[in-house]
Structure formats: structure tokens, C-alpha cells
């Protein structure tokens, strides 16, 4: 059988983690990384990721919770296990506060995050220009450790498939 050749453009947390999941899920395939920068200089290098969606107004609501589901316990998974500090994924408590009271109160990932509820008033007091918030725990992924370890990921999981990995030009194989 012919080996499957997939090309993946941008080398940012999008471009690796399609790379990375690619080369999971399409075994034997050779995953080239076309980019004109890598890791440490994207713009995704600079970036932290705090996993809070926010309403796209042409999707679904249930494909976006469906999307950030997904991503949740993905990254949860890497937040439980012994990887979690080389990846940057790691559980963070923070509130989110509103100068005025949201159309959803409750929004539609409210049951994907953990612990999710309304700030209470005495809370509300520590910032008095703010008439509503909530409180919850979600996932935050540092870029700048995150994109290492995805690569450093992809190229295992080739290498253990038994297929070439190296570094040319623009590209990466993955």
C-alpha cells in the first residue's frame, strides 16, 4: 500500500495539533508541516490559552458545544497526566466579569467547565464598575510549552508507526 502524503500549513497550535492528530489517526501517513516560521517564532508563541468560547454567529450553538467539549476533555487529559507541565495545560479558577448583565446569563458551555455558577454579590463588590460575573474553572494552554511538545509528539507517534521523520526547508515532517 502506498504511504498517504498530507500536507498541513501553519506550524501555529492549529497547524501542529491537526498535525499531531493526523498522524494518530491516519496510520503509516508522512505529515509534512509547511510554514514559514516555527516554533518559538509564531504568533501562537506569544499566546496563552484561556479555554473560554465566545458565540459564532454562523455555527450551530450545538456544534459549538460540541467543539468545546471536545476540546475540554482533550486538554483535560493532558492536565491529568504526567505530560502536563512539558505540554503548558493546566486547570485555572478565574471569573469573568460584565459591565452589564449578559443576553445568557448562563451560557452554553456552562456544563462543560467545571464548577460554573454566578458570582455572588459580595464578590461582584471587589470590582464596583461590574454588575455581573461568573465563576469557574477552566483549562489554560501555554503556547510557548504546548507547541514543543506537540512536536515533539507528532514525531514520536511517526517514528513508534515506523515512519520517517526529519526536518527540510519550510517543512517539518511530523
Known amino acids: 500500500m502506498d504511504t498517504v502524503c498530507i500536507a498541513v500549513v501553519g506550524a501555529g497550535v492549529i497547524g501542529l495539533s491537526t498535525a ?3 498522524s494518530q489517526l491516519v496510520p503509516g501517513c508522512t505529515v509534512t508541516v509547511i510554514s514559514d516560521r516555527f516554533t518559538p517564532d509564531t504568533t501562537s508563541n506569544v499566546a496563552a490559552g484561556m479555554l473560554i468560547p465566545h458565540t459564532c454567529a454562523d455555527t450551530p450553538v450545538p456544534t459549538q458545544k460540541r467543539w468545546f467539549r471536545e476540546t475540554f476533555e482533550h486538554l483535560s487529559e493532558i492536565a491529568k497526566s504526567a505530560e502536563a507541565a512539558d505540554a503548558g495545560v493546566h486547570l485555572v479558577s478565574g471569573w469573568q466579569i460584565f459591565r ?7 451560557p ?48 514520536e507517534t511517526l517514528e513508534a508507526q515506523g515512519t520517517n521523520s526529519s526536518t527540510e526547508g519550510k517543512g517539518r515532517k511530523a
Open 100 to 106: 452589564s448583565v449578559p443576553a445568557e446569563e448562563v
Open 20 to 22: 499531531a492528530c493526523i
Open 108 to 155: 452554553f458551555w456552562a456544563d462543560v467547565v467545571l464548577g460554573f455558577r454566578k458570582m455572588t454579590e459580595a464578590e461582584l463588590k471587589r470590582f464596583p464598575q461590574y454588575v455581573f460575573g461568573q465563576a469557574f474553572t477552566t483549562l489554560k494552554c501555554e503556547t510557548s510549552a504546548y507547541l514543543p511538545w506537540l512536536e515533539r509528539r507528532s514525531f
